[in-house]
């Protein structure tokens, strides 16, 4: 497994920073991620660790929470789809480490199957990988 420090860049291309203060206020009372900081520093700080078979894991170095996306029936509000989650990542904290083939960006994506089971798959808005 290799891991690598860096930042996760989503909505209006800001670096995602979550702090001990966020913690119970994002989603399934998760840590709160926000979208606003100019650079992988601090607060925005990661690491992400290739698992090996096609997904990885991102821990928020400030409060050793995974980063997680969640567009199913439970999370309805699109300000907190992205949180952290303190402990045991699962699916939806393990994303597909994907490459856009022409300039090479890490792109980290979660999908998700339909309520009842069935295709198709469907996205969770992806974020970028920086790495420092």
């Known amino acids: 497994m290799h891991t ?3 930042g996760i860049v ?3 291309g800001k ?5 001990q203060a966020d913690a119970g206020k994002g989603l399934f009372g998760f840590f709160a991620l926000h979208f606003d900081a100019d650079a992988a520093e601090g607060d925005a700080e990661f690491e992400l660790t290739d698992l090996g078979n096609g997904r990885g894991e991102v821990k928020h170095v400030a409060t050793g929470a995974y980063y997680g996306v969640d567009m199913t029936r439970f999370s ?3 300000r907190k789809v992205h949180y952290l989650k303190p402990s045991d990542p699962g699916g939806n904290e393990q994303p597909w480490l994907l490459r856009h083939p022409a300039s090479g960006t890490k792109i980290l994506l979660v999908e998700h199957a339909q309520p009842d089971g069935g295709q198709p798959f469907f996205p969770a808005p992806p974020v970028a990988w920086v790495a420092k």
């Open 4 to 6: 690598e420090r860096g």
């Open 10 to 12: 989503g909505p209006a």
């Open 15 to 19: 670096f995602g920073r979550a702090s």
């Open 76 to 78: 309805d509000d699109l």
